[in-house]
């Protein structure tokens, strides 16, 4: 059975090799593929918002081996009849080890991380799915935005 820890600045290089691993499985890169400056980004920014405590994150382990992992951020913006308060949650960095899916693994570390958005008062919280990944939000409550676009990088 995994244990789950909630990450500590100590813990960032941890948390930084997880998060490479993260991006190279969900964009289907190869190990080789240079991923130092995202990897230097990463450390920067954990360094950054665990400190201020606008990032939480999990780590799941069997034994010494990370099998999991989830992050969420927290961010403001100006309030909306929604959202009174502009206080927002980003659930990011979700991942299980290919051989401890279907363990329950990423659905405790989305309880633990949803928890930790009420328990701050933070009820707006989004995500990003995968197609992977949809059924468990899904199940977990979780539905689609049908208002949100993105501008993109070349416009």
Do not use: W
């Amino acid at each position: 059975m995994a244990e789950y820890r909630r990450i500590t600045i100590n813990d960032i290089p941890l948390l930084t090799d997880m998060r490479v691993r993260v991006l190279r499985a969900s964009n289907l890169l190869d190990d080789d593929a240079d991923m130092s400056e995202v990897e230097e980004q990463s450390r920067l920014y954990y360094e950054k918002a665990l400190a201020d405590d606008s990032h939480t994150a999990y780590l799941a382990f069997e034994g010494e081996k990370v099998v999991g992992a989830g992050g969420i951020s927290y961010y403001r913006v100006m309030p909306t009849c929604d959202n009174d308060t502009g206080r927002k949650a980003y659930i990011m960095n979700m991942y299980t080890d290919p051989s401890y899916r279907r363990q329950g693994i990423a659905l405790k570390m989305l309880d633990l991380l949803v928890k930790d958005a009420k328990e701050r008062g933070v009820t707006h919280i989004t995500l990003e799915a995968t197609a992977a990944g949809r059924p468990l939000y899904e199940k977990y409550g979780f539905v689609p935005m049908e208002h949100e676009m993105i501008l993109p990088e070349d416009r």
